[in-house]
């Protein structure tokens, strides 16, 4: 975590405990606001069959105990998570490498101004690609 409470995803050995970690904090962060309607979403196979999996033991043990409080959070809020496929979810998957490989930081933000270009396009294309128009 950096001083500003953001996690740094680049300190993981895995695509799993990066993706476990982030579902770590956002569910945190969700805890926190005491949002209670989410529907969580990851192109992460096996991340999201360990958290709907309740009776599973957790993979890792370098991520046992933050498993086990995602499932946690999860049981007491009754949220759900699904598998979506990566290329279903280019502009996540767009944005969550230039975060993790560039020197952008981007925050949580419905202002499309702050967005860079080439997440701007990708967006645009998805958009076209589910309702035919922008």
Known sequence: MTKDGL??????????EAELQAL???SGYADDKGWNLIEWSSDAAMVVK?????????????????MLEIRARFQN??????WNARS???VADSLAKKALYGSSVFYFSC???????????LCALECLS?????
């Open 50 to 66: 360990q958290i709907a999996d309740q009776s599973a033991p957790p993979l890792s043990w370098f991520t046992y105990s933050e």
């Open 111 to 121: 202002n499309v101004d702050v967005l860079p270009r080439d997440i701007l396009s």
């Open 77 to 82: 809020f009754k949220w759900s998570i699904k």
């Open 130 to 134: 589910k309702n035919g128009s922008l």
């Open 88 to 90: 279903a979810n280019g």
């Open 24 to 26: 770590y904090w956002a």
């Open 7 to 16: 996690p740094v995803f680049d300190e993981y050995d895995s695509p799993y």
